[in-house]
């Protein structure tokens, strides 16, 4: 019996691997998204910034630094308010192709997963379900563990 349900919970210890790796996987191929943005000097003072993939987002800042930071904020915004609209995210387009007008092309990197930590901290539960023999596995251990 013990060899038995040490196989299965190997069995079960590979598939979970597996499914968290794919999770993982799918995860990773949307942490990172970095999109072409024009800078332009402002006239009375500083920089704003549009992104020709996301006409909707515009920003400014009063120095290059901080427009930058202003950008990824934005840019995140976009991105966070279209996942959870279910709207498909539009392909960047080649630094060619776009028409940096009378403005800096700058590529604007936004890191998606420090995003959600800083800003998801909304609680969500979760209901875990387990394989029989391991709940059995348990009820044994803790009645053994009782008895003494």
Request: some cysteine.
């Amino acid at each position: 019996m013990t060899c038995e349900i040490e196989r299965m919970e190997i069995n079960y210890t590979f598939y979970f691997f597996a499914f968290l790796r794919k999770m993982i996987k799918k995860l990773l191929t949307f942490c990172y998204w970095s999109d072409p943005a024009v800078f332009r000097k402002a006239e009375e003072w500083g920089f704003w910034v549009s992104f020709p993939d996301f006409p909707e987002c515009m920003t400014q800042g009063d120095s290059m630094n901080e427009a930058y930071e202003m950008a990824v904020d934005a840019l995140g915004l976009s991105l966070s308010s279209m996942e959870d609209e279910g709207t498909a995210f539009p392909k960047a387009s080649e630094l060619d192709a776009v028409d940096s007008e009378d403005g800096v092309l700058v590529i604007v990197e936004f890191d998606m997963a420090e995003y959600r930590r800083k800003n998801g901290s909304k609680a969500v539960k979760k209901t875990l379900s387990i394989p029989e023999w391991l709940n059995r596995l348990h009820r044994c251990e803790s009645w053994l563990t009782a008895a003494g």
